[in-house]
């Protein structure tokens, strides 16, 4: 009996293990291509929903995202300027003449601005790194740090001293920002918003280096400012388990057939055809690429059929032309898991 | 024996749940069918070629030329370019290129040798792609450069289309000068960018027809020097002229054989029927291969040597037939409206060039050898004689405005695209590319 159940248990794990690894899913129904009109076709099928989770935890019942802990406090840097010493107060900054006021943020200003932005770079992922834990959405609050580190003047002063003519005499410490600005609305804090909020704190500090602004107005600026700490400002914040899941909520959408034959199009109009060719069948490309989430081809394009030599070879690289020329390509960014790769076939017969 | 099952079926059931996760698909594929794209000429950037003498940038200004006038590639303007090139061994800036929208880049050197000869080099880059994709350089003396021009020319032509180029070769012509009334017709020969020209002919009597041999340097030509049509063989090197055969009657249409050892021709006999003979040049032997009552004329073999296509009216008007290379099975292939004339088998053996005219109007179109596939290619008030260049791509022919006083030389694309005059020193007519590259 005991071998009975043996054979019969190794037998069926077999078979499970064939079934699993050697039948592939029936093909797809491919619908004929067509020039639509734009009516949106959201298909219901949802093959690869997916929750938002963490992919190493157990599945639990209800889907739950990594919990997000609040980062660390980070001190306030309090040595500006030139000093050695932490100093109690911040250092007013000095009247300075008039028209060698004008001339001299013109240039020192857009050396340092750029200054501080890599420095910017290097530093918040450096505190990212220690203080806060990797955020499993990309919905966590990036500006926490950045907020953090930016104001540092000691770099950008020393950055303005280098830059400084010998005829101009800037202030000997750059004032401290007393803005903070709030914590972005946009719960979506990707890199490119990172570089937007730096600007505006650039633009206050060279405002506030004219000696116009009183200290009155400074301090009803500084007023209307909140002063409060920025609290974790992150969309989702769970204090569950984490359950199993992925990075993001994926939904298993696919591409409309409008986005399709806008991608279609944008790819067409960079495809110059190798016209006159003798055999039209040499003409046929097909193409491989990956996407990046801003629509630029990642890697280069993979020829997966055609190609060769002669007309084979200039065919296939008018179509490599054609995919790495047109890109970025415009697709909706929130699909993006379903035009990460692309293959396209190129089949000019029915031109001729 | 249980724990051993227990473990066995632990085993398998975290091996299925490892597969049923394993097989969610991480990311889908999108796939999109591209079936037509634009035609459009290819643009390249062509930076003249490092040289002491200013000879590189006389070299790259024929390599654009002849590029340009191809129409397959729009050169672009040298002012736009942004970086300059001053090694043409180190790979470009390609972003600087892909900014201007180049798609290629031509970059090169030239340099004198110790012992006078030059020395031509040459890269082609793909900027899209980051990457060279032909590195050449020659050797010749210095009169040579404007063939040096034309080979690479027909290196680039051939990387970026695909198909043999056909700059590096020349055209013969008969070239119309004087007054309507009292013509004067002799041959020339040019580069088929109209450089280098020169007659072949003085011009005392009429010479017609002129064909190129394709594999020495002759051609055969008609000419009224005796009184009467008659054809003649010009060897090109020594100036050297043969009657061929001494043929009673009027002969006339040669044209050469693709192996260069038969020249057919048409030979009229007092009995007015004009039929198609065909000569070896070296035994002299001659071999009738048509028979008919009617006009048969304008013979053109096949590049394989296998048929023959040529002009008959033995049907009651002008239409055009094929045959076999020795006689047999002459079947019409003509049947659109009008009268068709002058058919010219393509160098690839695809297409055959016709002139067809309908109304008052002369057209030049192209047809399959069997007859499908009618396509008119350009119409004009008068225009024959096409020829087709040796990759069978471009086609050559003359065309008389209405009110000129004479016919000039055209050349168009296969597609119909790309209309261009050849420049000539006078009037020109019945041009002549040879058979095959050279």
Request: hydrophobic letters at 35%; proline letters at 9%; charged letters at 25%.
């Amino acid at each position: 009996m005991k071998a009975g159940l043996t054979t019969s248990v190794v037998m069926h794990a077999v078979l499970i293990g064939l079934g699993l690894f050697s039948l592939s899913s029936p093909h797809s129904f491919e619908a004929p291509d067509v020039e639509s009109l734009p009516v949106d076709i959201v298909p219901v099928e949802s093959i690869t929903q997916t929750q938002e989770g963490d992919k190493k935890a157990p599945m639990i019942e209800h889907s739950a995202p990594r919990p997000t802990v609040n980062p660390k406090k980070v001190q306030d840097a309090t040595r500006v300027g030139d000093n050695e010493v932490d100093l109690k107060t911040p250092p007013t900054p000095e009247p300075k003449p008039r028209p060698v006021e004008k001339a001299a943020p013109a240039e020192p200003e857009p050396t340092p601005a750029p200054e501080p932005e890599k420095s910017n770079k290097p530093a918040p992922s450096q505190a990212s790194a220690e203080d806060i834990p990797v955020p499993a959405t990309e919905r966590e609050p990036e500006p926490q740090p950045k907020h953090e580190v930016m104001p540092d003047p000691a770099k950008q002063a020393a950055v303005a001293e280098n830059v400084e003519s010998p005829n101009v005499k800037l202030p000997e410490s750059a004032p401290i920002p007393e803005a903070r600005p709030r914590p972005p609305q946009a719960q979506t804090a990707k890199a490119p918003e990172r570089k937007v909020s730096d600007k505006p704190p650039q633009e206050k500090k060279t405002a506030e280096r004219e000696p116009e602004k009183t200290d009155d107005l400074l301090d009803e600026v500084a007023a209307l400012l909140d002063k409060q700490k920025s609290s974790g400002g992150g969309a989702k914040r769970s204090t569950q388990q984490a359950s199993l899941g992925t990075e993001e909520t994926t939904t298993g959408e696919k591409l409309t057939q409008s986005e399709m034959d806008a991608l279609r199009s944008q790819i067409q109009r960079c495809w110059n055809v190798p016209v006159g060719a003798a055999n039209v069948e040499d003409l046929k490309v097909s193409i491989q690429f990956h996407l990046d989430r801003a629509g630029e081809v990642q890697g280069s394009p993979v020829i997966l059929s055609g190609g060769g030599t002669g007309v084979q070879r200039v065919a296939a690289e008018s179509a490599r032309r054609a995919v790495l020329q047109c890109a970025p390509y415009d697709l909706p960014s929130e699909k993006y898991e379903a035009w990460a790769d692309v293959i396209v076939h190129f089949d000019p017969s029915e031109m001729f | 024996m249980k724990t051993v099952m227990r473990a066995l079926l632990l085993v398998a059931g975290v091996a299925a749940a490892f597969s049923a996760a394993a097989t969610l698909p991480a990311r889908a594929l999108v796939e999109i069918d591209i079936n037509k794209g634009v035609v459009e000429p290819l643009p390249i950037a062509i930076t003249d070629f490092l040289s002491a003498d200013g000879t590189g940038t006389e070299i790259a200004g024929v390599v654009e030329a002849d590029l340009r006038r191809s129409g397959l590639f729009a050169p672009i303007e040298k002012s736009a370019f942004i970086e300059k090139i001053s090694n043409p061994d180190v790979a470009p800036r390609f972003e600087d290129w892909k900014v201007i929208n180049a798609q290629a880049l031509v970059t090169g050197r030239v340099t004198e040798e110790p012992d006078g000869r030059l020395r031509a080099e040459y890269r082609l880059w793909d900027t899209f792609a980051g990457q060279q994709l032909i590195g050449e350089q020659f050797f010749s003396n210095r009169s040579n450069w404007r063939r040096i021009a034309h080979i690479i020319a027909d290196s680039i032509y051939e990387r970026l289309t695909g198909e043999s180029g056909y700059f590096d070769t020349r055209i013969v012509y008969v070239s119309e000068s004087g007054p309507k009334d009292s013509r004067v017709k002799r041959l020339a020969i040019m580069d088929q960018d109209g450089a280098n020209h020169r007659y072949l002919t003085e011009g005392h009597t009429l010479a017609l027809t002129p064909r190129f041999s394709p594999t020495r340097q002759e051609i055969t030509y008609m000419s009224y020097e005796s009184g009467h049509p008659q054809v003649y063989l010009l060897q090109l090197e020594t100036g050297q002229r043969e009657l061929i055969g001494n043929f009673p009657g009027m002969s006339f249409a040669p044209r050469f054989s693709p192996d260069g050892q038969k020249v057919i021709m048409s030979l009229l006999r007092d009995d007015g029927n004009s039929n198609l003979f065909a000569m070896d040049l070296r035994s002299r032997n001659t071999t009738r291969l048509t028979s008919s009552n009617a006009i048969d004329t304008s013979p053109s073999y096949s590049p394989d040597g296998s048929r023959i296509v040529f002009t008959s009216d033995r049907g009651g008007s002008t239409q055009i037939y094929v045959m076999n290379a020795d006689g047999s099975d002459p079947h019409r292939i003509s049947f659109g409206p009008g009268r068709y004339s002058t058919p010219v088998w393509s160098p690839r053996g695809d297409l055959i060039a016709f002139t067809r005219q309908t109304g008052g109007e002369f057209s030049i179109g192209v047809m399959h050898p069997d007859g499908t596939g009618e396509r008119i290619l350009s119409t004009g008030f008068l225009q024959e004689g096409p020829t087709w260049a040796p990759n069978g791509r471009v086609i050559m022919f003359f065309r008389q405005d209405a009110g000129a006083a004479g016919p000039k030389l055209y050349t168009i694309d296969l597609t119909g695209r790309n209309e261009q005059q050849i420049p000539t020193p006078a009037f020109a007519s019945d041009p002549a590319w040879p058979p095959l590259l050279e």
